[in-house]
């Protein structure tokens, strides 16, 4: 069992950056793959940024490519996402996750945060 708790989430205006940060419980933790995921009003959950359960690779949406960056914590029960150049499109709420299984696949995530609400003003 593994649960997550998000937090860092908030108001920015447009070209501003927010860390969201994902804190796990769990003695397996260390072997999930997490990805964080986002949701805007109206539309589906979408990937956004994943990091393996070694820390080796990460994997990223297009449109956050050069802008947001996750990493793992030393402990390796946090995980952490760095936004910076916030865009108004970026709006919604972020959530993370944790998988055995492929790291961009939605379906694959087991176990879920309720999510942090990121709000980026124009």
């Known amino acids: 069992q593994v649960q997550l708790v998000e937090s860092g989430g908030g108001l920015v205006q447009a070209g501003g950056s927010l860390r969201l940060s994902c804190a796990a419980s769990?003695?397996?933790?260390?072997?999930?793959?997490i990805g964080w995921f986002r949701q805007a009003p109206g539309k589906e959950r979408e990937f956004v940024a994943a990091i393996s359960w070694s820390g080796d690779s990460t994997y990223y949406l297009d449109s956050v490519k050069g802008r947001f960056t996750i990493s793992r914590g030393n402990a390796k029960n946090t995980v952490y996402m760095q936004m910076n150049s916030l865009k108004p499109e970026d709006t919604a709420v972020y959530y993370c996750?944790?998988?055995?299984?492929?790291?961009?696949?939605?379906?694959?995530?087991?176990?879920w945060g309720q999510g942090t609400q990121v709000t980026v003003s124009s």
């Open positions: 996750a944790a998988s055995l299984g492929s790291p961009r696949v939605r379906g694959d995530y087991n176990y």
């Open positions: 769990g003695r397996t933790f260390s072997t999930y793959n």
